[in-house]
């Protein structure tokens, strides 16, 4: 009885292995929780930022499932709200938080955006996804003060949670009007490479792509 027990560990330490690597190589799901930005807001469907780093892990064959939850006009209190619900349907691997522009933009008190941003973070990490946090700038005419103190919020909040950052989402087109739509607020479609850009090299590693 013993020798059959014995003979029986090779085959079952190799199912082991197998399923510790099909464990490792599954699919990862990715939630995008955003705004307009993240949203396709004033784009074609499929034009958007989202959707092109879909396209991009397609042609790498990399399987990862996108949930984007992105929500026009959306704010940190709006996604704080809603994304225990997303995290119990979806079980992410990462949660990719894009918010906190309209807040600034409405001039809210960046005290509640940063307990909100950190709300979310930190039940993103409880329940056992990665988070990566996308930063951005409010536009000079709320003041320098404002301004900084809002840009270095994000960086704070990622430092804590020792999650990568992507600083500022506009980096490279913020100073090009013309990529843009008529608000001045929302890029156009020829500005979405640009972004996916700027989020891909802290995203990718998280996602098993290049």
């Given at each position: 009885m013993r020798r059959r027990t014995l003979s029986l560990l090779p085959a079952a330490i190799l199912l082991l292995a197998a399923g510790m690597t099909n464990a490792y190589s599954a699919p990862k799901t990715l939630l995008v929780l955003g705004d307009s930005l993240s949203a396709e807001y004033g784009l074609?469907?499929?034009?958007?930022?989202?959707?092109?780093?879909?396209?991009?892990?397609k042609a790498q064959k990399n399987e990862t499932r996108?949930?984007?939850?992105?929500?026009?006009?959306?704010?940190?209190?709006?996604?704080?709200?809603?994304?225990?619900?997303?995290?119990?349907?979806h079980q992410p691997d990462v949660v990719l938080i894009e918010l906190g522009a309209n807040d600034g933009l409405r001039g809210l008190q960046l005290?509640?955006?940063?307990?909100?941003l950190r709300a979310m973070g930190e039940a993103s990490k409880k329940a056992g996804a990665q988070v990566v946090l996308v930063g951005m700038r409010m536009p000079p005419n709320y003041g320098r003060d404002y301004g900084d103190k809002f840009y270095a919020m994000f960086g704070k909040l990622a430092?804590?949670?020792q999650a990568p950052l992507v600083p500022f989402m506009f980096e490279g087109i913020a100073d090009q009007p013309q990529l843009f739509q008529a608000d001045r607020m929302h890029p156009t479609a020829q500005a979405h490479p640009a972004i996916l850009k700027n989020i891909w090299p802290r995203l990718a590693p998280l996602l098993g792509a290049k």
């Open positions: 074609a469907r499929g034009t958007g930022w989202v959707a092109l780093m879909e396209q991009r892990l996108i949930v984007n939850a992105s929500i026009s006009g959306e704010t940190t209190s709006g996604g704080r709200a809603r994304l225990p619900a997303l995290l119990a349907k005290a509640a955006t940063e307990a909100n430092k804590e949670w």
